[in-house]
């Protein structure tokens, strides 16, 4: 298991920024690699997150002197997409197979995780989500159609898509974290505009389903100071409470939107108008 550890930022700090120091601390660029477990720990709301990609051997969950406790989900809750072939989730001896867009909730307390593929030659993608929780909630098979589903958008707006929840109190039950996935329709490209912060909640974007040559730009900074990063498919973006949230892609996509923080209300956000942002 590789970690790579992301520090919080101020604000006033990321003003400063240029391209090259935004993209160090807010993009990561290889999520999945091949016969590799590769997670980032940022410390915004001391969320992990990253891709496990088995082979020919099972990838496993690691705790240790980073994450303080023996075993990687003592002390915290787990939310799992398969986004490649069919594989199977093995949660303390109890095996889940998870076909492509399937998902799992594994909660506090479990001492073992392991992730495998059916086909080695055809491998599972596993994106993995964590965040500290404060009790024990059952692990949760969370199929496509298990998923809630919340339509959104407008099509002269360019923004029609179906926001899928999986580990959301309509779905499951988890401490703090929220996790599902938001497709979008043909023809529409923002992922949501205008655009919105959420104070309470910090937030991690993984976008996926996209051609070689598609761009996400993805937008970051505060309403008053905003930035941008230029997002390749299967790259993930770490989003602060004080950062919008907003996007728009070249081309089809699709993305992973995971939450943690104070609440889990959807809806609590504070909104934009166009005119707000400069």
């Given at each position: 298991?590789?970690?790579?550890?992301?520090?919080?930022?101020?604000?006033?700090?990321?003003?400063?920024?240029?391209?090259?120091?935004?993209?160090?601390?807010?993009?990561?660029?290889?999520?999945?690699?091949?016969?590799?477990?590769?997670?980032?720990?940022?410390?915004?709301?001391?969320?992990?997150?990253?891709?496990?990609?088995?082979?020919?051997?099972?990838?496993?969950?690691?705790?240790?002197?980073?994450?303080?406790?023996?075993?990687?989900?003592?002390?915290?809750?787990?939310?799992?997409?398969?986004?490649?072939?069919?594989?199977?989730?093995?949660?303390?001896?109890?095996?889940?197979?998870?076909?492509n867009g399937e998902g799992m909730y594994v909660g506090m307390g479990t001492a073992s995780v392991a992730f495998e593929s059916d086909d080695p030659a055809q491998p599972a993608k596993f994106y993995l989500v964590?965040?500290?929780?404060?009790?024990?909630?059952?692990?949760?098979?969370?199929?496509?159609?298990?998923?809630?589903?919340?339509?959104?958008?407008?099509?002269?707006?360019?923004?029609?898509?179906?926001?899928?929840?999986?580990?959301?109190?309509?779905?499951?039950?988890?401490?703090?974290?929220?996790?599902?996935?938001?497709?979008?329709?043909?023809?529409?490209?923002?992922?949501?505009?205008?655009?919105?912060?959420?104070?309470?909640?910090?937030?991690?974007?993984?976008?996926?389903?996209m051609a070689p040559e598609t761009r996400i730009f993805h937008l970051h900074g505060q309403p008053q100071e905003t930035r941008h990063l230029v997002v390749a498919n299967e790259q993930a973006v770490i989003s602060?409470?004080?950062?919008?949230?907003?996007?728009?892609?070249?081309?089809?996509?699709?993305?992973?939107?995971?939450?943690?923080?104070?609440?889990?209300?959807?809806?609590?956000?504070?909104?934009?108008?166009?005119?707000?942002?400069?």
């Amino acid at each position: 298991m590789k970690l790579d550890i992301r520090y919080a930022h101020h604000p006033e700090d990321v003003k400063r920024y240029d391209t090259a120091a935004l993209r160090r601390h807010f993009l990561v660029e290889q999520v999945f690699v091949t016969g590799e477990l590769r997670l980032t720990y940022t410390h915004v709301d001391r969320v992990v997150f990253g891709g496990a990609v088995p082979t020919s051997e099972a990838l496993a969950l690691q705790g240790g002197k980073t994450f303080g406790t023996p075993n990687f989900l003592d002390r915290r809750e787990l939310g799992i997409v398969n986004l490649g072939e069919r594989g199977r989730v093995n949660v303390d001896g109890q095996v889940q197979s998870l076909e492509n867009g399937e998902g799992m909730y594994v909660g506090m307390g479990t001492a073992s995780v392991a992730f495998e593929s059916d086909d080695p030659a055809q491998p599972a993608k596993f994106y993995l989500v964590s965040c500290p929780a404060h009790t024990t909630y059952p692990t949760v098979h969370i199929t496509r159609q298990m998923a809630n589903p919340r339509k959104l958008g407008l099509t002269e707006s360019c923004n029609v898509r179906t926001i899928n929840q999986y580990v959301h109190p309509a779905v499951c039950k988890s401490c703090q974290l929220a996790l599902g996935v938001t497709v979008l329709e043909p023809g529409s490209v923002w992922n949501t505009f205008p655009p919105h912060t959420h104070e309470r909640r910090m937030e991690v974007y993984l976008y996926f389903g996209m051609a070689p040559e598609t761009r996400i730009f993805h937008l970051h900074g505060q309403p008053q100071e905003t930035r941008h990063l230029v997002v390749a498919n299967e790259q993930a973006v770490i989003s602060p409470s004080w950062s919008i949230h907003s996007g728009v892609g070249t081309g089809p996509y699709a993305f992973v939107w995971a939450m943690a923080g104070e609440n889990q209300t959807f809806d609590d956000m504070d909104g934009l108008a166009p005119g707000d942002l400069r």
